[in-house]
């Protein structure tokens, strides 16, 4: 699952408009995957949708959610909003933790030593990736 953020912009004045949930899960097709949508009013005008899709690839959730994003501007109802950005958010302690770790790191080189199998599911029972360990 990714959580991708959709970054809006209005007026000053103006909120998060009623019904937006559910104006973009009915704007989906099952294809879409989105299991589940939060919007915040992030300051004056501004708007944070989190579009949680249940997709392999980040790459398919962040372009499923920027086009029901300009769906949702173009021809729903944030007609009076400007769309800033859509991505997945990057959680800087972990992401940095990553970039700094080596192949010749103990116990995360992964199988193959090059490290880049390191978040592979491994047969254990949950399915999820393996992940570091603080």
């Known amino acids: 699952m990714h959580l991708i953020h959709v970054c809006l912009r209005g007026l000053p004045e103006q909120g998060p408009p009623d019904g ?15 299991q589940h949508v939060s919007v915040h009013a992030t ?11 249940a997709l392999r690839r980040l790459h398919d959730a962040e372009s499923t959610a920027l086009r029901l994003s300009r769906r ?5 109802p944030l007609g009076e909003y400007t769309l800033l950005s859509c991505g997945a958010v990057m959680v800087p302690r972990f992401h940095n933790r ?17 490290g880049r199998d390191r978040f ?15």
């Open 43 to 53: 300051g004056p005008g501004q708007l944070t949708i989190g579009l949680f899709h």
């Open 20 to 34: 937006i949930a559910a104006w973009l899960k009915a704007a989906t097709v099952p294809g879409d995957a989105l």
């Open 120 to 134: 592979r599911p491994d047969g254990n029972a949950s399915g999820r990736p393996d992940r570091p360990q603080d």
């Open 72 to 76: 949702a501007v173009d021809d729903g």
């Open 98 to 114: 990553l970039l700094a770790e080596t192949p010749d790191d103990a116990g995360t080189a992964g199988k193959d030593g090059t």
